[in-house]
Antibody
Framework: EVQLVESGGGLVQPGGSLRLSCAAS????????MTWVRQAPGKGLEWVAN????????YYVDSVKGRFTISRDNAKNSLYLQMNSLRAEDSAVYYC????????WGQGTLVSVSS | EIVLTQSPGTLSLSPGERATLSCRAS???????LGWYQQKPGQAPRLLIY???SRATGIPDRFSGSGSGTDFTLTISRLEPEDFAVYYC?????????FGPGTKVEIK
């Protein structure tokens, strides 16, 4: 059974940083593209970033380019999202999901950016 | 960027009725790289349909997807009580990937 468990969310001041993690199990993590998707409170889904199996390709939505970095550690079956220069509009539940088709999702971790 | 528009914004139907949800793309989506997701309050989204018309594992056959180019449809043949939720389309053809704004299917 595929399991994705996000962690690392919390309350941070504008301009601050957070590192989100996604622990994966139940599938061959190193064989899958992985994706981060976020959802602001009461709003729709927003695709944030994805990363190729070996980490050689990474793509981002324009609003986070230069501030967020997606990475992975296949030895630890883990996906990460380093978030710097956080803004109020980055406040959301952040989900990790598998592959391009997003066939499995974690339960999400809440990031709140506020002073 | 491929912009996805979903209609209607809200669909009010009764259990047993047929639901037809539309997703329109601002430019053609090649290789049918479009999916549909269901989300209930407080839960993560769940994949229903991928590659326009393929049902994900465990998804009942009352859910079907169709379309091509810029126009795509999710059909729920007979609504069950558990189907009342928000539905999102998502394209994974262009970069960045994008989602539609969602269609809420509510009980009439």
């Amino acid at each position: 059974e595929v399991q994705l468990v996000e962690s690392g969310g919390g309350l941070v001041q504008p301009g601050g940083s957070l590192r989100l993690s996604c622990a994966a199990s139940g599938f061959t993590f190193s064989s899958y593209w992985m994706t981060w998707v976020r959802q602001a409170p009461g709003k729709g889904l927003e695709w944030v970033a994805n990363i190729k199996q070996d980490g050689s390709e990474k793509y981002y939505v324009d609003s986070v380019k230069g501030r967020f970095t997606i990475s992975r550690d296949n030895a630890k079956n883990s996906l990460y999202l380093q978030m710097n220069s956080l803004r109020a509009e980055d406040s959301a539940v952040y989900y990790c999901a598998t592959r391009w088709i997003l066939d499995d999702w974690g339960q999400g971790t809440l990031v709140s950016v506020s002073s | 960027e491929i912009v996805l528009t979903q209609s209607p914004g809200t669909l009010s139907l009764s259990p047993g009725e047929r639901a037809t949800l539309s997703c329109r793309a601002s430019q053609s989506i090649s290789k049918s790289y479009l999916g549909w997701y269901q989300q209930k309050p407080g839960q993560a989204p769940r994949l229903l349909i991928y590659d326009t018309s393929s049902r994900a594992t465990g998804i009942p056959d009352r859910f079907s997807g169709s379309g091509s180019g810029t126009d795509f449809t999710l059909t729920i043949s007979r609504l069950e009580p558990e189907d009342f939720a928000v539905y999102y389309c998502h394209q994974y053809d262009g970069s960045p990937r994008t989602f539609g704004p969602g269609t809420k299917v509510e009980i009439k």
